[in-house]
């Protein structure tokens, strides 16, 4: 009776269990109730033959369950490989998800420096400047043998690098240590002028010494130079600068 | 007899107990010894059916459950397959035409 209840909500291990607890119960009855009747010598047919039948029902019902238990055992062979396949799709699924992860990682790293680049384009337009322009710029630099000192250069000559003498004077230090501007050679080599080896070209006449002298001495704003500004500064600087490209490109055609 | 019937119905299934129980009846009515080596071989086969009850595979669960289970599983591994064919057969890296 016990385990007849609530047969839906069983496993059928227990229902297959219990069907065998019955039988077991049902064929002693039934062997202890014949041997019983067997000593008597006196037949009870009623009795016998209704445990009988019922112990052939049951034995009928435990049939059948087995039969259940058997395609249940077939339906579980059948879970197990879908467990399997399950398990491959996840193994699949981990996998994508790894190499997306991956792509993920450089497209945002690409991302990242197309983004650096297009920064740094955008801050080049905005700045920009013509190549023309740094062309001239240079020029108007080396033409005024400003990163360069002529190549027939000697001791005395004022045509060179800066910072010339000028430059230092001009500049912070020359005033800190407020420098007269008058009857002072600097560190020009003096053995040099004293000898008079230089030619008259190339006597020093320093724009400090005398306003008239450096007019032609020296290329025009040259005191500008030092600082370096931007072409088309002023409107003098575009005169210069127009002057050399003019020279430039004249060297440039040569060269071709 | 009924016992003797059932036991023609039964033939070749090997997990019914009523041809023991026949075995034990005749030896009862013939008043034989055997009847005690005839209830031992009841006994062992009751512990055996007991025995291959506990190592069925796939019991632990009553048939209604065990459908669902498998349904289950069926559509898990239908939508799994669902979602490998769609990132399979997606195309996120489309790439833009030059303009």
Known sequence: AVCSMAVAEKSTKERLLCALDNLEVLARELIEMLALSRGQKLPQPGEDTQVLELLVQRDRDFQDLMEVAQQQGKVHQEMQLLEKEVEKRDSDIQQLQKQLKEAEHILATAVYQAKEKLKSIDKARKGSISSEEIIKYAHRISASNAVCAPLNWVPGDPRRPYPTDLEMRSGMLGHMANLPTNGVNGHLPGDALAAGRLPDVLTPQYPWQSADVSVGMLPPHHGNDFGLEPPGHNKENEDDVEAMSTDSSSSSSDSD | ?99
């Open chain 2, 1 to 99: 007899m009924a016992v003797a019937q059932t036991k023609q119905e039964k033939e070749g299934e090997d997990c019914s107990l009523l041809p023991l129980v026949h075995d034990i009846i005749k030896c009862m009515d013939k008043d034989s010894q055997d009847v005690h080596q005839e209830l031992a071989k009841l006994k062992a086969k009751i512990q055996e059916a007991r025995e291959q009850i506990s190592a069925m595979p796939g019991i632990d669960s009553s048939p209604a459950e065990q459908q669902q289970q498998l349904a289950t599983l069926r559509e898990q591994v239908r939508t799994k397959n669902q979602l490998l064919q769609k990132y399979k057969s997606l195309c996120m890296f489309d790439v833009p035409k030059a303009s």
